[in-house]
């Protein structure tokens, strides 16, 4: 297993410094670079988006307490008409609606910070910067279908 580590360690660092060379001699003419950054910007502005509509959905739920048209809420197929505890769901989807709007936003900000404020590039973070919000969102899938068994 360390074998492969090394290998791996040493591929990734050949790649690195292929693209330095790369990238010094083109002057960042490539499309390539566009791209990326149009990239960065889009996953920026899901994660900024996600965050703030999943703590709207929060705060409006927290405040009314009722059930209301949202696709971000309920579980697939479900709707409010048909929930069985209505108290219930609502107790069960908050934290955990605050939780995912707040992890969110806070992926988005240190994105921010790493590709665009530091201007920092590691293939390790941009992996895990894709990793991280699609474990988040499937962690919420499973809460969700969660409330479908036990709320409906």
Known sequence: MHTIWNAAETVLETVASTAA???GTTQNTTPLTGMGDM??????LMLFGSGIYALYTYFRLHRTCMLFPNK????GGCTADTCVDVDGFI???EPRLLLLGVVMILLGGAYVVYAMALKLSSIWVDITTVIVPVGVFIWYMLVQRKAAREFW
């Open 21 to 23: 060379e790369t990238n």
């Open 39 to 44: 990239l960065t910007m889009f996953l920026v």
């Open 72 to 75: 971000f809420l309920y579980p």
């Open 91 to 93: 107790d069960f989807i």
